[in-house]
């Protein structure tokens, strides 16, 4: 049989590391698969940087459109990201019939409806394994390794710049603008980190696995989105003190009233093991109903891969686009006339536990009032740590730290107790807030 | 479309568990699969059991020729264990084009083979997810999630019973046949628990990712087992003052001159994840050339963790039954025509590194005499740690423990090494040798 004939769009840093993945190991790829895949026809505005990547037996060409309009081309694997062109190239891909593979999960998280769409409609697939944590086969795992489950609920570390960074401000003590410079230096962050520090790149993978997780459509615009540039290192270290470490989770999970998709910086206790994961590493833990807790690790990020989870998804197509393509592993899960309409809750609806740090004026008397206001609006609490007041410095009239952690509490309570408490006297600056989980 | 027909062979621990997940989750599981997947059919020689398990609804027979001879039924699942009558029984159904789903990680490891070529012949799937860690989804992950590598290696902990063991020696400082006991009045381990302790039944899961991984035909009779049975409470000690801890690991390995395939007790760094899996958790590690490191970790046994492998099977076969037999993903991840013949290696030829604990007269020149055979043989050592002779006690003439972690070593080598050590007359007891494996 001869070979599937892939055309790539983009070859940057992923399609390189797809081209040369393929060539290294296209003996062993096509005794899995069945049959060769070949990459036959490449696209980049920057040909000679192609050209130089591919060899001399490859087409380049400066257009996409030629690589989607050309009939030989099975597969159109689009690394070039972001919602414009690649949108308008992988929806005219699939209105010629060819099979689509992407690591664009900015693009799915916002257009995956009209785009899963079109691809039912014309019988062919989208695979996306490359969009959520790299290497790591966590689509598949959710998508086919855990349909016997009612998915509880699901966290991700999902982005290795922001790990990275908390990683360093943790085992250096260092504070976050310090960090993020190093990262940028040592290429784990981007010129403009903006997506990856405020949280929006693993927004839009926390949204691509509810989506999967629920059976619901892709809500990205739903999804509450908060990332680590106001974390202090003096967090970091009481939270080590009380046992835990403070990771940026994306968070999806079912409740009764509906669905929580939220990224957020969080505290998670130390001995779980998604609280070792370190540098740019990535892990997804997952808790349904059956199989109880299951994690899956590696890295998120990087040419190969990435790159690995792109050949995964084109070794799937050559093996299954025989099947009925009513009976292929749905897009979501779930097969799209059997998607639900749950809804995502407003972050004030959302139920977690809480780490506070208030600055507060050293004298008799605040802890009580403060307690006195949490106990008044019906937040328990769970652990309160007191700094001496030498621990923490200042000028003037003495100051401390006062750390507090509550119980479960629903997020419109706690929003109110903070701004009463904001409001007293002793309390010295704005109070810091950081959402806790214990993923057990 | 009318439900998929399934019938189980054995209801006992994981039957029940299926049975209650598939009508738990049967909304959901439909949504996902396209179509019902119902179990309609129970056989069990102990026909009460099973008809309190499943209701009125299903028919329960005593004869498991009755299920598998019934034209009504798409799906065997086959629970009953074991090489005798199970094996039977799969080659039956598959004799009459059913698709079969099986836990059983001995009848595959041995007579994978026959079985899977059989399979092959009639077109038919035989899935066996739940054979290897529980509900943890690694069969799926290696055979289609990660396609584009070259398995470089595979190390896991696949046996809960000597993982909850190891965990309970090192948590309480006790001695193995105490924590047996233990284990035994809390289920954790069997009233003859020989396959789990012996590293057996971790042999058969290795085989398995073995065969997949590498593209070779199952081969149990080759590999190396070694239980846990020998390892004192003191080397889990030592261990750890040096930074390690024990574990039992399934190993598999491609080097240059074939392939490793072993289970035995290994060092493992402390600050590996891998270390920290507790309990009667399983957790697998995967080197990948273009993946790096994966980690997936879960259940690896009991009533519904097992199940949602099972079911995650019966998933597979409804949504891709559709496709052409030979598209489909092959049993041991290469098209059975493209199978390699690269040979597993003996023992002797295997490289690793060792821990070896030494009991010694406490008197001069013991290390030196120690360290230069070692040198004399090549044998490189990393690091030393002799204990205070009061730390061990004794009587008569003072004793003390000499600890020796040795860089990478021939087994050959250090089998010859350890034979002269072991004549010296100031080596007071036979030398305990625990392999070390960085996994890095």
Redesign the interface.
């Known amino acids: 049989m001869k070979p599937i004939q892939v055309g790539l769009l983009g070859i940057g840093t992923v399609g390189s590391?797809t081209f040369n993945?393929?060539q290294?190991?296209q003996e062993?790829?096509?005794?899995?698969?069945?049959r060769g895949i070949a990459i036959t026809m490449v696209a980049d505005l920057d040909v000679e940087r192609a050209r130089a990547a591919v060899g001399p037996d490859v087409t380049v060409v400066n257009d996409a459109r030629q690589v989607v309009a050309n009939p030989e081309i099975d597969i159109v694997v689009e690394l070039i990201g972001g919602y414009g062109i690649a949108k308008q190239l992988v929806l005219e891909a699939i209105e010629a019939g060819k099979h689509v593979v992407t690591a664009n999960k900015a693009l799915l998280a916002v257009h995956g409806t009209e785009i899963f769409a079109a691809a039912q409609r014309k019988g062919v697939m989208v695979a996306f394994?490359a969009a959520v944590a790299?290497?790591?086969?966590i689509i598949?795992?959710l998508r086919?390794?855990?349909?016997?489950?009612?998915i509880e609920w699901i966290a991700g570390i999902i982005n290795g710049t922001t790990n990275f960074i908390l990683s360093e401000m943790r085992d250096k003590g260092l504070d976050f603008d310090v960090v993020l410079k190093e990262a940028q230096r040592l290429g784990y962050a981007e010129a403009d980190p903006t997506f990856d520090i405020e949280g929006v790149d693993a927004a839009h993978k926390i949204t691509l696995m509810s989506a999967i997780a629920y059976?619901v459509p892709v809500q990205f615009d739903r999804a509450y989105v908060e990332g680590i540039t106001k974390l202090g290192a003096a967090d970091i270290r009481y939270a080590e003190q009380l046992g835990y470490r403070i990771k940026l989770l994306g968070i999806t999970k079912r409740v009764a009233a509906g669905i929580e998709l939220r990224v957020h910086p969080s505290l998670v206790p130390a001995k779980r093991?998604i609280a070792?994961?370190e540098g740019a590493m990535n892990a997804v833990m997952v808790q349904?109903?059956?199989?109880?807790?299951?994690?899956?690790?590696?890295?998120g990020a990087g040419s190969?891969?990435t790159?690995?989870?792109?050949?995964?998804d084109l070794?799937?197509i050559?093996?299954?686009?025989?099947?009925?393509p009513?009976?292929?592993?749905?897009h979501l899960?779930?097969?799209p006339d059997?998607m639900s309409d749950v809804s995502v809750l407003p972050m004030s609806e959302v139920v977690t536990s809480y780490y506070l740090r208030l600055r507060v004026a050293d004298q008799n008397g605040v802890l009580a009032k403060v307690t006195g206001l949490l106990a008044a609006a019906g937040i328990g609490i769970d652990a309160v740590l007191q700094r001496e007041s030498e621990d923490v410095g200042g000028e003037g009239a003495p100051q401390t730290d006062l750390i507090i952690l509550t119980h479960d509490t629903r997020e419109g309570t706690m929003d109110a107790a903070i701004a009463q408490m904001q409001v007293l006297p002793t309390v010295l600056a704005p109070i810091v807030r950081i959402r806790k989980e214990e993923l057990a």
């Open positions: 590391g993945v393929l290294r190991n062993e790829i096509r005794r899995r698969a069945g394994e790299g290497g790591i086969p598949k795992s086919e390794g855990l349909t016997a489950n009612r059976g093991l070792n994961v349904g109903d059956a199989v109880g807790t299951t994690l899956y690790y590696g890295k190969e891969p790159a690995s989870a792109v050949v995964a070794v799937d050559a093996r299954l686009h025989t099947a009925d009513e009976h292929r592993v749905p899960a779930f097969q059997e």
